[in-house]
């Protein structure tokens, strides 16, 4: 017996549409490794229509009233409750999550950031007018910056459409939005919600690959570009935005340093850092996979987190005891097997190391020990449930090995010291500093990075204001 694929479609002006030259895309469950729908292969006339559709609504968003914007970020909030069921069920379908986990650990946060940036397009701040030069009196505006394209990844899908959305249509600006061509389906449920709220054209869903994408960066229409993605491709939108100067917003890559001085208490460390390496399957630019321990507590901390590696478990969504579900496709399965593969000899798998099963993409919890600086599994993000560790013997060393990697996203210090958690977090080159704990997000606070994971801030006021321009408007008094 054959089963029906599900259909999912664009969203484009208020309506749901096909590809306009019929194309499509199969979707695959990362679980089971099976076609389960198909969506559309947008082309260039999919990008002309959303993009024509955004710039048409532009106008009448951008003059609503941050009351009213507000409103409306609210009414998506509370549908993004009453329907969080069905989100979680497409996205563990997209991603492989578990259930559970989804329903606590990403629903929540999700409606409080969409309902913190509800607060924040009322909240806007600059300079007071005043006159700076006699007889002339300048006023600082702030104004949305227009139509924005943007892509989210497919590590996590609905959450990052909602770091994008949310203070995009907040700030005025109207919206293109483009899942991974691996997880459209969550995607698509949002545009039904959020459709059902907004005036049509202001929130618009493009479903494709790198060449839909591509296209929506290039398309003159757009006045900025913003994608969570790999270096590649965040190198790919920068260069593209340049030719005709859209402002660019990218959230990339991570190796976060983890940062275990002598005085933890380990068993907590243990724990914290193997959950915060290992979920999400370590799919995630901030997860606690680079670990770094003092070298009179190395041997006990590397015996401890290769024992929780080895009792944290894998698994189907609905299974109640798993952390963390599969890698999202085939070709990250491919990846993080390649690293493991190619270790060099001087590298040790204290736990893992191997696929599990043979029906999706499922990775064992894996440590690695015994790595050196320069290795390739150090310098490049794996993202997978991959932790390494490695010896350091004094702070200076441990800074040298911490910063040493292009990445600069996230990292984590562990001391009882005080004086040496703030030199740390002074000295570590980062754009988040956690101290005795590992990736807690809130939505009041910036998320972003520096070097080669990109610019521009995701989550509270900043990433706000990343969404808007300064006008100057200075008038004469006489």
């Known amino acids: 017996m054959t089963t ?6 664009n969203y484009i002006n208020g309506e749901f549409k096909d590809a306009a030259d019929g194309r499509t895309i199969d979707v695959v469950n990362p679980a089971t490794g099976e076609v389960y729908a198909t969506s559309p292969l947008s082309g260039q006339a999919d990008v002309d229509a959303a993009m024509e559709a955004a710039a048409a609504a532009f106008p009448a968003w951008r003059d609503t009233t941050p009351a009213e914007r507000q409103k409306v970020l609210l009414k998506i909030a509370d549908a993004f409750e009453e329907r969080a069921e069905e989100l979680i069920a497409a996205e563990c379908e997209n991603t492989g999550k578990p259930t559970g986990l989804m329903r606590s650990e990403e629903i929540p946060p999700a409606v409080d950031q969409i309902r913190f940036f509800a607060g924040a397009a009322r909240l806007l701040e600059g300079r007071s007018a005043g006159e700076y030069m006699e007889g002339l009196t300048s006023i ?12 989210a990844p497919w590590n996590y899908p609905l959450m990052m459409a ?43 869903v493009l479903c494709g690959d790198r060449t839909t994408g591509s296209a929506m960066v290039e398309h003159p229409v757009p006045a900025m570009a913003s994608i969570t993605g790999s270096v590649r491709a965040g190198i790919q939108v920068a260069a593209s935005a340049a030719k005709d100067v859209k402002r660019v917003h990218l959230e990339l890559g991570g190796k976060a340093p983890v940062v275990v001085f002598e005085d933890t208490d380990i068993a907590k460390a243990v724990e914290d ?13 901030t997860a606690a996979t680079r670990v770094l321990v003092h070298e009179s507590i190395h041997d ?21 005891d798993v952390l963390y579900g599969p890698l999202n496709n085939e070709n990250q399965l491919k990846q993080v097997t390649g690293f493991v593969d190619r270790l060099p000899a001087h590298a040790k798998v204290e736990a893992g190391g191997h696929r599990v099963g043979e029906k999706g993409y499922f990775y064992a919890p894996t440590v690695v020990s015994g790595l050196k600086q320069d290795d390739e599994i150090i310098q490049n993000e794996v993202f997978g449930p991959v932790i390494t560790v490695q010896s350091f013997t004094d702070e200076a060393q441990a800074l040298e090995y911490a910063n040493g990697v ?8 562990w001391t009882k010291d005080h004086a040496r958690a703030m030199r740390m977090s002074k000295a570590l080159d980062f754009g988040c500093v956690w101290i005795n704990t590992h990736i807690p997000l809130v939505a009041e606070m910036p998320h972003g990075g520096f070097k080669k994971s990109g610019y521009g801030k ?21």
């Open 162 to 204: 909602v770091w994008k959305f949310a203070p995009a249509l907040a700030a005025g600006n109207t919206v293109v939005l483009k899942p991974s061509d691996t997880t459209p389906a969550s995607t698509v449920l949002i545009a039904e919600i959020i459709g059902a709220i907004v005036p049509k054209g202001v929130f618009n």
């Open 406 to 413: 292009e990445y600069a996203l996230a990292s984590s210090v």
């Open 4 to 9: 029906e694929l599900r259909r999912l479609r």
């Open 458 to 478: 995701d989550l509270s006021a900043y990433g706000f204001e990343d969404y808007t321009r300064v006008k100057h408007v200075m008038t004469s008094l006489g």
């Open 300 to 320: 006990e901390f590397v015996s401890q987190l290769a024992k929780a590696a080895a009792e944290t478990k894998t698994g189907a969504s609905d299974d109640e």
């Open 273 to 285: 850092i193997s959950v915060a390496g290992f979920f999400n399957a370590g799919q995630d630019c």
């Open 140 to 151: 600082v505006r702030r104004e949305p910056v227009g139509v924005c394209a943007q892509v």
